[in-house]
């Protein structure tokens, strides 16, 4: 069974400060990909990142950089120098190949992460 | 280009009532994807579309909901006799299918308020 695990619930950081947020994953495949979603008070998930995982480079997008482990199952967010504009629900979720005879590959998420960034 | 979009945004009805959403997804795109985000929880996999077919309807939570998509675009995602259980944002997605596990793009979902 898949199983996405995001344990913090909310964090609230002071503006320019690092934040990292959790996700450990469950799949019993071996091929899978995980994502990285964002909530902003809008309601409309953007779409920050996919990782493969026979891919275990760590990615770094301007303040965004994702590390992932496939030894302790997590894929981690931090933001770096964080600002206001970061305030939003992240999700992070997992998706195994797609099916062979539906081509359906649907998305496994997490519960969320709440960041409030302070001014 | 224009993303994915539903109507309406916002919906209250009375318990008992039925509610049709829409979801209209990106040009292009075959593949389409219900989901339902209840408080406090994440996304809930409702239904999924390949063109106009649903070969996966396993998260469906009852046989009040059902779906259909026309054209190969525009879907809809009708629940019938509304209980308040059923009050959530349902968020709609799609993505291209020719291979690999390409990204979903979400609307910004209909929220139901069923009282």
Redesign the interface.
């Known amino acids: 069974a898949q199983k ?1 695990t995001q344990a913090q619930t909310e964090i609230s950081v002071v503006e320019k400060e690092d934040v990292t947020l959790d996700c450990v994953y469950e799949t019993r495949d071996t091929t899978y ?1 995980l ?1 990285w ?1 964002k909530q902003p008070p ?6 920050l990142i ?1 990782r493969n995982s026979f891919d275990e480079q760590n990615e770094i997008s301007g303040r965004y950089s994702w590390n992932f482990q496939k030894s302790t199952s997590s894929f981690n967010f931090t933001i770096t120098a964080s600002q206001v504009v970061d305030s939003a629900v992240y ?1 992070c ?1 997992l ?1 195994e ?3 062979y ?12 992460t709440r960041l409030t960034v302070i001014p | 280009g224009a ?1 994915v979009s539903q109507s309406p945004s916002n919906k209250v009805t009375e318990k008992g009532k039925d509610v049709e959403l829409r979801c209209d997804p990106i040009s292009g795109h075959t ?1 389409l ?1 219900w ?1 339902r985000q209840s408080l ?6 409702l239904i ?1 579309f ?1 063109g106009n077919s649903a ?2 309807k396993s ?1 469906l939570p009852s046989d009040r909901f059902s779906a259909e998509r026309t054209g190969g675009s525009v879907s809809t995602l009708t629940i019938q006799r509304t209980q308040q259980e059923d009050s959530a ?1 349902y ?1 709609c ?1 799609s993505s291209l ?1 020719e291979a ?2 390409y ?7 209909t ?1 139901l308020t069923v009282t």
Do not use: C, I
């Not at chain 1, 005879?101 to 969320?112: D, M, V, W």
């Not at chain 2, 406090?40 to 996999?45: I, S, V």
């Not at chain 2, 990204?103 to 979902?109: A, D, H, I, N, V």
């Open positions: 996405v990909y994502f979603y809008s309601g409309e998930l953007v779409f996919r999700f979720a998706s190949p797609p099916d005879q539906t081509g359906a590959n649907n998305l496994f998420f997490g519960t969320g | 993303g593949a994807y989901y406090g929880q994440g996304l809930e996999f999924y390949q070969p996966d998260g944002v968020l997605a299918v690999g596990p990204e979903q793009y979400f609307g910004p979902g929220r």
